[in-house]
Nanobody, 114 residues
Framework: VQLQASGGGLVQAGGSLRLSCAAS????????VAWYRQAPGKQRERVAS???????NYADSVKGRFTISRDNAKNTVYLQMNSLKPDDTAVYYC?????????WGQGTQVTVSS
């Protein structure tokens, strides 16, 4: 089982990025998926999640700016990030959950310059 996160990079404040989390070895449509982030010196926090039925939840800090979506045919979950702020700078991780099975991707760095 592998979750491959990609799409991070360096962007100016106000810009956009789209992160992808591609799964292999599992049927992603059976899994709830979440994006987490961890900034230096801070605890990991959940940014957004999407259920198997495509219900979504967002942290207050990203509501209205980030959108999580899934393409089950591609076994991929996306995180569209708009109006990025320097406080969004972190390593972003995707996580999938199915019963007691809990998988993590390797993380992708997002850096937002002011």
């Amino acid at each position: 089982v592998q979750l491959q996160a990609s799409g991070g990079g360096l962007v100016q404040a106000g810009g956009s990025l789209r992160l992808s989390c591609a799964a292999s070895g599992i049927i992603f449509s059976f899994h709830a998926v979440a994006w987490y982030r961890q900034a230096p010196g801070k605890q990991r926090e959940r940014v957004a999640s999407i259920s198997t039925h495509a219900s979504t939840n967002y942290a207050d800090s990203v509501k209205g700016r980030f959108t999580i979506s899934r393409d089950n045919a591609k076994n991929t979950v996306y995180l569209q990030m708009n109006s990025l702020k320097p406080d969004d700078t972190a390593v972003y991780y995707c996580n999938s959950l199915y019963g007691t099975s809990d998988y993590w991707g390797q993380g992708t760095q997002v850096t937002v310059s002011s």
